[in-house]
């Protein structure tokens, strides 16, 4: 299972990016899809995620300005980044849960950049 991260970026305060993870390889079971960030010395946190069923979860510092979606045909979900902070500068990585019989597997992309200049 291979997962590509792209869509980061330098946006000025106030701005809108849409990061996109296409995933690929023989997945039978996802359990999720989300999207994590990681800023400067700080431990990664999660930011959104969508199950299989739809429903999605945020992080409170995004909610009202990010959207995470997906598009199974393309076997990829994004996340679109509205009104956009300096706080929001980290490296953004998508993560694929899948369901085995040993439990919750994860998986991991290579990170794409955000920085939000003020």
């Known amino acids: 299972v291979q997962l590509q991260a792209s869509g980061g970026g330098l946006v000025q305060a106030g701005g809108s990016l849409r990061l996109s993870c296409v995933t690929s390889?023989?997945?039978?079971?996802?359990?999720?899809m989300n999207w994590y960030r990681q800023a400067p010395g700080k431990q990664r946190e999660l930011v959104a995620g969508?199950?299989?069923?739809?429903?999605?979860n945020y992080a409170d510092s995004v909610k009202g300005r990010f959207t995470i979606s997906r598009d199974t045909a393309k076997n990829t979900v994004y996340l679109q980044m509205n009104s956009l902070k300096p706080e929001d500068t980290a490296v953004y990585y998508c993560?694929?849960?899948?369901?085995?019989?040993?439990?919750?597997?994860?998986?991991w992309g290579q990170g794409t950049l955000v920085t939000v200049s003020s």
């Open positions: 969508i199950t299989s069923g739809g429903s999605t």
């Open positions: 390889g023989i997945i039978f079971n996802i359990k999720a």
């Open positions: 993560n694929l849960l899948e369901n085995t019989a040993w439990g919750p597997v994860g998986y």
